[in-house]
């Protein structure tokens, strides 16, 4: 049985940071694609940062390039992803998530996701 479970979420000012930190279980995180999500009500789920399974490459949305850093760390089979310089628009539940596959993407076409965790910035 796979399961994600998220944790670091909360509620920050504009400017600050936070560390968001998922553990797998049921699952070796250095086998598959590895990322995070946000949603907004009524809106999609959108991807925020991947990283692939075999060379670690990194991969980030324009919006959060600078500023958001994915990295994983397979002793502990977790994967992190620290937020700095948040805006307004940073605001959302995030999820992370993952994928049975070597072949990444951005979209939410994962296997795994975890309940969330929600960042609030104002």
């Known amino acids: 049985h796979v399961q994600l479970v998220e944790s670091g979420g909360g509620s920050v000012q504009p400017g600050g940071s936070l560390r968001l930190s998922c553990v797998a279980s049921?699952?070796?995180?250095?086998?598959?694609?590895l990322g995070w999500f946000r949603q907004t009500p009524g809106k999609e789920r959108e991807g925020v940062a991947y990283?692939?399974?075999?060379?670690?490459?990194?991969y980030y949305v324009d919006s959060v390039k600078g500023r958001f850093t994915i990295s994983r760390d397979n002793a502990k089979n977790t994967l992190d992803l620290q937020m700095v310089s948040l805006k307004p628009e940073d605001t959302a539940m995030y999820y992370c998530?993952?994928?049975?596959?070597?072949?990444?993407?951005?979209?939410?076409?994962?296997?795994?996701w975890g309940q969330g965790t929600q960042v609030t910035v104002s």
């Open positions: 049921g699952y070796t995180i250095r086998s598959g694609c």
């Open positions: 990283i692939t399974p075999a060379d670690g490459m990194l």
């Open positions: 998530a993952a994928r049975a596959s070597r072949a990444c993407t951005i979209l939410p076409e994962y296997d795994y």
